[in-house]
């Protein structure tokens, strides 16, 4: 059975910090690409970044400079760091892999950067 759990959200001042996590199970996780998406209030969900099988990180928008996705194959886990939060940031986190499987959508995370 697959399942990703997304966790690290939270409520952050401008300029703050977050990382987020996705534990994987059931998903192949060490031969995937896997990707952190966001859907803010209103708007579709977009990819943020993804990391490759092999660990290439690639960055989307504002995310470059400022966001670090990294993977742990021996834990079935991705990371997001995100630094230098902004407003516009704040969305509803999700990972899934790249190309997204649409049975594969947790709950997702939410981050708020408000001050």
């Known amino acids: 059975q697959v399942q990703l759990v997304e966790s690290g959200g939270g409520l952050v001042q401008p300029g703050g910090s977050l990382r987020l996590s996705c534990a994987t199970s059931?998903?192949?996780?060490?031969?995937?690409?896997m990707g952190w998406y966001r859907q803010a209030p209103g708007k579709q969900r977009d990819l943020v970044a993804h990391?490759?099988?092999?660990?290439?990180?690639n960055y989307y928008g504002s995310a470059e400079g400022r966001f670090t996705i990294s993977r742990d194959n021996a834990r079935n886990t991705m990371y997001l760091q995100m630094n230098s939060l902004k407003p516009e940031d704040t969305a509803l986190y999700y990972c899934n892999a790249v190309p997204a499987f649409d049975d594969w959508w947790g709950q997702g995370t939410q981050v708020t950067v408000s001050s």
């Open positions: 059931g998903t192949g996780f060490s031969i995937r690409n």
């Open positions: 990391i490759t099988s092999g660990g290439f990180p």
